[in-house]
């Protein structure tokens, strides 16, 4: 639950007392009406939910759970059971209001827990009671009134049991769609998602652990009413609390991965300062597109680090080469050519990365067959691959720098529709735009001079951000890179004419960007738009002619870009 600085939003605000309004409509026959709460039940669990708030925190458990993980729901599930709906809404309410939870806006945060963990026990007590699976059993009938004979059953249910298998089954289900769907409204109000991105795969993947805890719920009731007392039904819990040591681990685990992937963006991040904060975009933009295509909550997560890491094969590449104030030659050009397969290399023997592995090798590649490092079209590309070239030529093209400002969305847009067949993936780029129209894009500014600041970009003669202008894009460090915002983060026409004016082709993926300019190389020959070589603002170095640059060489025979 994020808000901006001037606190939650007025939405947010509204839901949360709603949902706690609610959970006081829920909770308050329990209270005022006499019979209605067996409180020799209710004050256990309540107690007990109270404890396993914090168990995730136990010093035995070695390293702290996330929270809402739910490994104990089964006691508020083992409520709805054995309590009127009423009683077991009181039951999550001590437990939450008095949990942990992040600093910024914790009041808030409290009272939304309680309530949403209270209307979901209410939900799943209330799905029970008319189905006469309610065990309240000898403290409270199915509909709420006291029984005469308390004490424990020695045969409980035994001729129920399909029928309460039913109801865990039922009761697990109105307790995930309770909680699942205050998520996603919390989302929306809260973090202005989209209503789609909101509640996306959200009861899929909450409904199998939600059945597992209503079955576990189902014994803990069973046995409390048995001979066996509470006390077996607490035994019940005690794997439930080995799994959230698991759980510990696991996420431990995924924590040294992603500090794995931070240490090797921030490495790369040192020695290409110019592109700093571009792999982390690249990563998000790959996110957008993976969710549009409705990729799995796995592959999405593979496909961020596929576009975090795209680049980290420019490792391997001498800084020298990466910080050249000046053209490359053909050579360093080939050696900049292989920073995919230095990439790959790095990160072959990281088994968790799966398909990721194949985006940082073949990000470069293009649907004609024009791309390195081997020239694959079409479908061979790997589909991971072809989201990330996508994602990395946006950003680039979006992206301000200290020499020239960012290109609009929708300009980077229309470029990479047009470059669609050629470069890009069709389906890769609708995915995209769809995805933008939803939830839009901030563009970024990236200091990548010593004392950074954001300065306006070059202007050509007629005073615009044009042909002219880019050609400054050495003065600022553009050529250290090999042109690689000129191609990658203007339009088509733009990187025509810085490649043919500087002679330096690109060094990463930025530089593949709008590289379908550098397809559309013939088109602008015909058409005799190359930029004036003498077209350059004052103070810069002179251009080379354009028919001597190693770059216009290289695009006559036809060689992709870097």
């Known amino acids: 639950m994020r808000a ?36 020799a039940v209710l004050l256990p669990l309540a107690a007990l939910y109270a404890i396993c708030e914090f168990a995730p925190r136990c010093p035995l458990m070695g390293h702290r759970v996330p929270g809402n993980m739910g490994a104990f729901f089964p006691v508020l599930l083992t409520a709805a ?51 006469g699976a309610s065990l309240a059993g000898t403290g409270a009938s199915a509909g709420g009134a006291p029984a005469t004979a308390p004490g424990p059953q020695t045969e409980p249910f035994v001729g129920e049991f399909p029928g309460l298998l039913l109801a865990a089954a039922l009761a697990a289900v109105a307790f995930c769609t309770v909680v699942t769907v205050l998520d996603g409204a919390v989302l929306v109000a809260a973090e202005r998602c989209a209503w789609r991105a909101a ?35 607490f035994l019940v819990l005690l794997p439930m609390y080995i799994c959230c040591w698991v759980f510990a681990q696991y996420h431990r685990e995924r924590g040294a991965h992603q500090a794995t992937i931070r240490a090797l963006v921030q490495a790369v991040d040192i020695k290409d300062r110019y592109t700093r904060g571009h792999s982390e975009r690249v990563g998000r933009a790959s996110v957008m597109i993976a969710r549009e295509l409705g990729m799995d909550d796995e592959r999405t997560e593979a ?51 799966g398909e990721a592995r194949d985006a940082i090798l073949h990000h470069h590649e293009r649907m004609d067959g024009s791309g390195y490092p081997y020239g694959l079209s079409g479908a061979a590309i790997p589909e991971f691959a072809r989201v990330v070239a996508v994602a990395d030529a946006f950003d680039a093209m979006t992206s301000t720098r200290s020499y020239r400002r960012a290109r609009p ?88 004419d810085m490649r043919d004016v500087r002679g330096v082709a690109g060094t990463d993926g930025e530089g593949a960007a709008v590289g379908a300019a550098y397809g559309a190389r013939e088109r602008e020959a015909e058409s005799g738009e190359l930029g004036e070589p003498g077209d350059v603002p004052q103070g810069s170095a002179p251009a080379p002619s354009a028919s001597s640059t190693p770059s216009a060489q290289e695009a006559k025979a036809g060689r992709p870009p870097v």
């Open 199 to 233: 509640w996306r795969g959200q009861f899929q993947r909450a409904a199998a652990p939600h059945l597992l805890h209503g079955f576990v719920g189902l014994m803990m009731a069973v046995l409390w009413r048995s001979t066996y007392g509470p006390v077996a039904a």
């Open 409 to 496: 969305v929708g300009t980077a847009v229309t470029e990479l529709k047009r470059c669609a067949g050629s470069q890009f993936d069709p389906r890769m780029v609708r995915a995209l735009a769809g995805a933008l129209e939803r939830y839009g894009w901030s563009p970024a500014v990236t200091a990548d001079r010593p004392g950074g600041g954001d300065v306006p970009g070059p202007r050509d003669r007629d005073g615009r951000y044009g042909r002219g202008g880019v050609r400054e894009l050495g003065r600022a460090g553009g050529v250290a890179h090999g042109l690689r915002d000129a191609r990658g983060e203007s339009d088509a026409r733009d990187a025509r």
């Open 4 to 39: 901006g600085r001037a606190g939650l939003p007025w939405a947010a605000r509204v839901l949360i007392a709603c949902a706690a309004s609610g959970a006081v409509w829920c909770a308050a026959p329990a209270l005022l009406g006499p019979g209605q709460a067996e409180w």
């Open 81 to 131: 059971f054995l309590l009127p709906p009423a009683a077991a809404a009181l039951v999550p309410l001590p437990g939450a209001l008095i949990g942990r939870v992040e600093h910024r806006h914790a009041a808030a945060r409290r009272v939304w827990h309680a309530a949403q963990l209270a209307l979901a026990a209410w939900a799943s007590a209330w799905i029970c009671a008319p189905l």
């Open 303 to 353: 496909l961020r680090f596929a576009g975090i890491l795209h680049d980290v094969g420019k490792l391997g590449v001498p800084t020298r080469l990466l910080r050249k104030d000046g053209p490359l030659t053909p050579e360093e050009r080939r050696v900049i050519e292989l920073h995919p397969e230095y990439g790959h290399e790095m990160v072959r023997g990281i088994a968790f990365l």
